[in-house]
């Protein structure tokens, strides 16, 4: 009876962070982002990957993006998510591919991953990359550098 009743809770668990990851929209479309992120006057949280071939990218996906506390973070929508993947062998858009590298060019992008915080225009007022200590603490990294923000 016990190990069906700690079977039960990890099913759970896991159905909880699924839900988390798919109540998590990232857009993959810059112009709209920029868009929506002037209609709403919220900021850009812009995500640089190598979701398919980069360790700490992964890392940063497993530990914060696909954990509840981001999904909430997420939900209060006090940004707009945007995710410029680079991957080597998942396949996406030709566009979609050529305008991350166009946006990797234009924000002097070195390394992934990378995470911006920019206004609805695209300037940049906060940078960061992956940090350890997983979901709960970016969380609060997000919440801090999101102070820097234009008002």
């Not at 700490?56 to 999904?71: D, G, I, N, R, Y």
């Not at 995710?83 to 998942?90: E, S, T």
């Not at 995470?115 to 940049?124: E, F, Q």
Request: hydrophobic share 45%.
């Amino acid at each position: 009876m016990k190990k069906w009743i700690f079977a039960s809770f990890a099913v759970l668990a896991c159905l909880a962070v699924s839900a988390a990851e798919k109540s998590v929209t990232w857009q993959d479309n810059y112009a709209a982002v920029r868009k929506e992120a002037a209609e709403k006057k919220i900021p850009i949280l812009m995500v640089f990957s190598g979701s398919d071939w980069c360790p700490p990218c992964m890392k940063l996906h497993e530990t914060v993006f696909s954990q509840p506390e981001f999904a909430a973070f997420a939900a209060k929508g006090k940004v707009v998510l945007f995710f410029a993947d680079l991957p080597r062998r998942k396949k996406i858009s030709s566009q979609v591919l050529a305008q991350n590298r166009q946006l990797m060019q234009t924000y002097g992008i070195r390394g992934v991953p990378t995470v911006l915080l920019t206004d609805a225009s695209g300037k940049v007022f906060a940078r960061t990359g992956y940090r350890p200590g997983g979901a709960k603490k970016y969380v609060e990294h997000l919440e801090t550098l999101l102070k820097k923000a234009p008002k």
